[in-house]
Structure formats: structure tokens, C-alpha cells
């Protein structure tokens, strides 16, 4: 009997995916690939929501599944087809390469290696001008480069897709790829959102230079469309579902790199969008999930910082942004296999086995520890939750202490709470529709009769755009510091017109 020429992966959300085995079975079972089936696509999220167990390898599936069917739907709307199969393939092949350089806990890590890397680079010499000597990972977002075609705009790559192109270039999947006639480079480009790196310079010219920032980087991308669909599903927040065959079915892409949809899908949209806002709000920022996400992101840090300073004295090793880019995946790219959620519980019960030592170097460090083990969330003291607009550090508390936060130190000796006791991390934020930077068309007949969907007056994103909300919360570490520091914060929040449940 004749080898099968396709795979099929059964999905819980989509049923059957297909893959092409010439194409893409080199991935499946590529050993990097394979890696993601141990990272989980909502971090510590189960310690909250139970059956949150998704990974990053069945979101990958997913990614691929939605372009796949936008690319079969796109060629039904025209009636033609605008886009290569050589530029369908290198499509496919980002999407379903894109979460390759993911971290452990996914985002949680992320944020831990980018804030030890500022620190690093805040603790190297001073230049002549007394200015920090230093690249950070992520840039001033008025220095992110605009896309030279008509509406795009570039989000500044994350940490996990620059590492992501780190794994490629040290895989295998690099030279299946070099085989047929394909750049790692260009796969890595794409999934970081600019297809040719060339075409940063001048306008692009392959389609896949054009469209691959509308399927992995815009506000209707077939990674938005997974992620949301799949967190939904499995945390069991019916808020986040919505219609995912009509948006698929609807959205739009023209010669010159626009994007948006076809009218018919209006209501699909602004389903979508709506359950976006509602299961970031619900499910991301939910107040346990907040706290598990940065116990576990201060606890790498911490370790990390203890590094530095030559205090660390386990016997995991421990791999920083510049570790991993520097050395290991270029050296021993192997050994970022082992790079999972495993090796965060590892180093959990690490610094468990060796509480007395670790005590006496940070023990916030063996806090942490004990809490993450027991699925014990840092206790909350207060919030506030507010769309951002006519905000200011003068009307608002929290954003005061936020642009101030040499206050926690006065609130700290005023409550008799460690000021390593008051947690209050940088605001979360979310946009239900960000209109001004990246606008989604609304299409005719295949001809755009609106540059942007808010300028249709039949839609409620006519009401709804651009507007940040800002999610605030404070924790501590027991009921006792919450209740002092609840207290003391509602003296120093007297006057202010925002200030939550601070009560005078």
C-alpha cells in the first residue's frame, strides 16, 4: 500500500487539520517543534481556570488551520488567485513556525528576560555623556519602522519571535527549508512581521512580503483568531467565543497589502473585537492570574539578579536573553529543548530543596516558592479599572504612584510593610480597536467602501475606538499587609479624582 501523501491532526476546535507530508512533515516532527507540546499556552493560567491546558504546538496547528482557510476563501472573493503557491507555502510556513522561540509559561518568561536585560544593561558603564550604554530589546515605539506599502504598520518584533529566528538557523528545519529553495531568514522575517527584510527599505514586491503582516500581525490575524477561540474554549469563558467561520469567510486582502473584510461580516467583527476585550479582561487580567504571572516572572528575575551579583548557588542553570542568543543557540542549540514549563518547576523545587540557603539571598525567592507550589496567589489589596482617556498622573492615584514610585517607599515605613511586600506592577492594557494605527476596510464587490470599519455608522466600532483601558492592581504577600497597606493608600489617594475602592 502506497504511503499517504497527506497528515491529518485532529483539532478539538477545527476537526481535521490537513498538512501536505512533503511540505511540512520535516515540522511536525522536528524536535524544536516537538518542544512545543510542553510549553502551555496560557501559562499558570490552569492554577486559576482548571482545564486551561492548551499548548503553544495545538495553537501552532491552529494558526496554520485559519490562513489556510483565509487563502481558500480569499480565492473564492476574487475569483482569482493573487497570491503564489510559493508565497502560500512561506505563509503557511510562518504561521505555523511563529511560536518556535516561545518560552517557558509563554509571556511569563518573556517578561522576566526583558526586564533582567534592561537591568543588565542599566548596571554597564556610563558613556562620556552619562547616558546608559545599552540596546534594549524593546524600542521606543515612535522609533518602530511603518511599512512602505499603503496601511500597514509594525508592531516591534517580541522576544520569542527574535529567538524564534535563533532556533531556526540552529534546527534542522533550516537546511529541509534551504532544500526547497526557501531562507530560514525569510520564514523568521515573516513571522516577525516584515516577509523580506528588504522590503523595510523599499516597496515589497512579493506578495508574501505584502500580506504576511495582515496574517500574523494585524488586528484580524489568524493568530488573534486561534488564541482567542482556543483560551476561550478551554478556560471554560463563554464571553471570548465567537463566529469564527463567517469572520474567516469574510476577511479581505487587495494587491496593495490592505486588509479588512467583506461587509457582510460587520456583526462577525465586532463579535470578535468585543470578545477580545471582554476575555483579556476576564481571563488575562483576571486578579489570580495577574498574580500567578508575576510571582513566577519575579522569581526568574530575582534568580537571574542573584546571578549577577554572584548569589545564586543551585544547580540549574539559569539562561538569560543573551545566554540563550550568545551561546546556547548558536553552540548547543539542543539544549534549549529542555527549555520548558519542566524547567520552571524544576527550579521551583530547587530553591525548595535549598530554602536555608536560598533564605539568606532573597526570601522573597523562597516566598515565591512556597506560594507557587501550594497555588497560592499573591493576596490582592486594592485595583482600579478605567478606560485611560482624560487620565493623568494630577486626577489619577494609581498613575501617580505608577510615574512616582519612590511613594511606595513613604507608604511602605507609613504601613510597616517591606516595601519588597508591595507589588504593584506597570498598568495592563487593552484596546478593544485600534483604529488610528491600524485601520481594518470594509469591502464591496471586492472594492473598499470604507478605508476604516469605525467610518461605517451601521457598525458599533463607530462608537468604539482607540480607547485604552487600563487595568490596576496592587498585591501583598498575606491579609494582614493588605489590610495596613489598604489604609495608608487611602490616605495618600485623598484628592485624587480616580482612586478605586480607596475610600476616604
Do not use: W
Not at 510597616?416 to 483604529?435: A, Q
Not at 498585591?475 to 480607596?502: M, P, Q
Amino acid at each position: 500500500m502506497a504511503d499517504k501523501k497527506i497528515r491529518q491532526i485532529y483539532d478539538n476546535l477545527y476537526g481535521y487539520i490537513t498538512f501536505d507530508k512533503e511540505k511540512f512533515e520535516f515540522i511536525l516532527k522536528d524536535s524544536f517543534f516537538l518542544r512545543l507540546h510542553n510549553l502551555k499556552q496560557m501559562g499558570l493560567g490552569y492554577y486559576v481556570y482548571p482545564d486551561a491546558l492548551h499548548t503553544r504546538f495545538a495553537h501552532s496547528l491552529g494558526v496554520y488551520c485559519n490562513i489556510t482557510k483565509i487563502i481558500e476563501s480569499q480565492k473564492q472573493y476574487t475569483g482569482n488567485e493573487i497570491i503564489s503557491d510559493d508565497d502560500i507555502y512561506k505563509i503557511q510556513l510562518s504561521g505555523l513556525l511563529h511560536d518556535i522561540g516561545h518560552l517557558p509559561l509563554s509571556h511569563t518568561f518573556e517578561e522576566a528576560l526583558q526586564r533582567f536585560d534592561k537591568y543588565e544593561n542599566n548596571c554597564e558603564k556610563l558613556d562620556d555623556k552619562n547616558k546608559v550604554v545599552a540596546s534594549n530589546i524593546v524600542s521606543d515605539p515612535d522609533d518602530l519602522p511603518k511599512n512602505k506599502s499603503e496601511n500597514s504598520y509594525f508592531d516591534e518584533p517580541k522576544l520569542h519571535e527574535k529567538l524564534g529566528e535563533f532556533v531556526l538557523g540552529g534546527s534542522e528545519i533550516s537546511h529541509q527549508l534551504e532544500k526547497r529553495g526557501i531562507s530560514y531568514l525569510d520564514i523568521a522575517n515573516g513571522f516577525k512581521g516584515f516577509g523580506d527584510i528588504n522590503s523595510l527599505d523599499k516597496p515589497a514586491e512579493s506578495m508574501y512580503d505584502k500580506q504576511i503582516r495582515n496574517f500574523l500581525h494585524s488586528q484580524l490575524d489568524a493568530d488573534r483568531l486561534d488564541y482567542l477561540l482556543r483560551d476561550s474554549g478551554f478556560s471554560g469563558v463563554k464571553t471570548g467565543s465567537f463566529d469564527i467561520d463567517k469572520l474567516l469567510n469574510s476577511i479581505v486582502y487587495d494587491e496593495k497589502a490592505n486588509y479588512g473584510i467583506d461587509e457582510s461580516g460587520i456583526r462577525a467583527l465586532e463579535q470578535f473585537l468585543m470578545g477580545r476585550f471582554v476575555a483579556y479582561c476576564q481571563v488575562v487580567a483576571n486578579k489570580k492570574v495577574m498574580a500567578f504571572e508575576f510571582m513566577a516572572q519575579d522569581f526568574y528575575f530575582r534568580l537571574l539578579k542573584l546571578r549577577k551579583e554572584q548569589n545564586y548557588h543551585l544547580g540549574i542553570r539559569l539562561y538569560s536573553y543573551k545566554d540563550l542568543v550568545k551561546d546556547v543557540l548558536i553552540r548547543r542549540p539542543e539544549e534549549f529543548l529542555n527549555f520548558t514549563d519542566d524547567y520552571f518547576f524544576s527550579l521551583i523545587r530547587e530553591v525548595m530543596a535549598n530554602k536555608r540557603i536560598m533564605q539568606d539571598y532573597d526570601p522573597i525567592v523562597v516566598k515565591y516558592a512556597e506560594m507557587i507550589t501550594n497555588i497560592q496567589p499573591l493576596v490582592p489589596v486594592t485595583y482600579f479599572e478605567t478606560f485611560y482617556e482624560g487620565m493623568t498622573s494630577k486626577n489619577c492615584f494609581f498613575e501617580y504612584l505608577f510615574e512616582n514610585p519612590h511613594i511606595l517607599d513613604i507608604i511602605s515605613e507609613e504601613s510597616e510593610v517591606e516595601r519588597d511586600h508591595i507589588i504593584f506592577n506597570k498598568p495592563f492594557k487593552v484596546s478593544l480597536y485600534k483604529n488610528d494605527i491600524d485601520p481594518i476596510q470594509i469591502f464591496r464587490n471586492r472594492e473598499a467602501v470604507y478605508q476604516d470599519v469605525s467610518e461605517c455608522k451601521a457598525s458599533i466600532l463607530n462608537f468604539l475606538v482607540s480607547r485604552e483601558y487600563r487595568i490596576y492592581r496592587i498585591y501583598t504577600f498575606d491579609s494582614n499587609e493588605a489590610i495596613k497597606l489598604k489604609v495608608t493608600l487611602a490616605k495618600h489617594a485623598k484628592g485624587f479624582e480616580y482612586k478605586g475602592d480607596l475610600k476616604d
